[in-house]
């Protein structure tokens, strides 16, 4: 599990896994930055799409994700690797599985890495393809919902996440409780439009097991998350508690 950016000098080797600048930290800053007019030409034009993609879905990400990769998750124990393994798989064939609409769901305790995965995939979709990814948690989610009710703006607003190329949710429930009846409408709306239109779904969830993520999500909901998808638990202990408690 990687703890942050970590200052590189000016090494702009590409990674063998990802194809992504090892300087991680200066491509942030260059993306972050002030967005520069896209050349004219079409490779430019390319290549500058693939950097806003790149720039706004590292931004929703936050700076602790910026150096997630594939290539430097920590899976030392068998299921670690065994799920590490079926996500590299799924890389392999990522184009297709996004058009297929194939989903991805990681089950597990919080602070297991979940989010590293999808958000190492997630880069891969965008510096490779070019494939839009938006990120968003539940609490987000219904907050965002909330202010465009006050504009009658919730129809645009779900639009957003209900037509996208792929959806990542992060645990798309409350961290305390239970969803309420709005919030399970309003997941259940984008699930189900994107089910029937398969466009898919890489979701976390913090469950224990297939119970308590049918209780969080509600079993209409996670029946079409879960179908053709390929599941993964990620039932190891959390790598944030591993530090000594002085």
């Known amino acids: 599990m990687p703890q942050g950016p970590q200052a590189q000098g000016k090494d702009t080797r590409a990674s063998k896994e990802t194809g992504e600048p090892v300087a991680m930290r200066e491509v942030v800053q260059q993306l972050l930055g002030s967005p520069a007019a896209c050349p004219a030409g079409r490779e430019e034009s390319r290549s500058c799409r693939k950097q806003e993609l790149y720039r706004a879905f590292l931004a929703s990400c936050g700076v602790r994700y910026y150096h997630c990769g594939l290539e430097n998750f920590r899976a030392t124990t068998k299921q670690q690797k065994k799920v590490l393994k079926a996500v590299k798989d799924y890389a392999k064939r990522l184009q297709d599985n996004i058009t297929d609409g194939k989903n991805l769901l990681l089950i597990g305790p919080a602070g297991t890495g979940k989010d590293h995965l999808l958000i190492a995939l997630a880069k891969l979709a965008i510096w490779h393809f070019q494939i839009p990814v938006k990120r ?90 879960v179908h053709g998808a390929l599941v993964l638990r990620c039932n190891w202990p959390s790598f944030r508690k591993e530090q000594d408690v002085v």
């Open 136 to 225: 968003l948690t539940g609490p987000e989610l219904f907050r965002l919902c909330r202010e465009a009710m006050q504009y009658s703006e919730e129809t645009h607003l779900l639009g957003i996440y209900k037509r996208c190329k792929v959806l990542l949710l992060s645990d798309p429930v409350p961290p305390a409780g239970q969803l309420t009846g709005h919030q399970a409408s309003v997941l259940y709306e984008i699930v189900d439009f994107r089910y029937r239109n398969q466009l898919p779904i890489w979701c976390t969830l913090n469950a224990s097991d297939s119970k308590e993520a049918d209780k969080k999500l509600t079993p209409v909901i996670l029946d079409r998350i």
